[in-house]
């Protein structure tokens, strides 16, 4: 597969030999702390890998990941045509009963207002 797993490994390989002094004191130790590292390592990256290609899976199939949606679209589209209609975000709050910053997320932003004249015939 390659990745993380082949450079973890050729670190731990790369690494001198120790002398019989050191392994004699510990030193297999530290060998053994390393390589439980580098197996947790490799399996965290493995479940990862997994985890993505579920959901890859599960959206090719046309299923929704995550959380479902709690705005419906009878409610949207109310509050759209009550903002249409001059309607202030606190009333579109009130009579929708849609949160506020669900609605600031799903309704699309109103168009900027000019504010200047605009220029006529003479000005230009």
């Known amino acids: 597969m390659g990745g993380v797993w082949?450079?973890?490994?050729?670190?731990?390989?790369?690494?001198p030999p120790r002398s019989p002094s050191s392994a004699a004191s510990g030193g297999g130790a530290a060998d053994t702390d390393r390589l439980r590292?580098?197996?947790?390592?490799m399996e965290r990256t493995y479940t990862l890998e997994r985890a993505a290609h579920a959901r890859a899976?599960?959206?090719?199939?046309?299923?929704?990941?995550?959380?479902p949606p709690v705005v419906d679209e009878d409610k949207l589209a109310y509050a759209a045509h009550l903002r249409d209609t001059g309607h202030s975000i606190a009333e579109i709050v009130a009579k929708?009963?849609?949160?506020?910053?669900?609605?600031?997320?799903?309704?699309?932003?109103?168009?900027a207002e000019q504010l200047t004249e605009a220029p006529t015939s003479e000005q230009r």
């Open 57 to 67: 899976v599960a959206t090719a199939k046309g299923r929704r990941i995550g959380r």
């Open 96 to 111: 929708s009963g849609i949160a506020r910053t669900s609605l600031y997320r799903h309704l699309p932003p109103r168009p």
């Open 6 to 15: 082949d450079r973890q490994v050729a670190e731990v390989e790369a690494e």
């Open 37 to 41: 590292a580098l197996f947790g390592q």
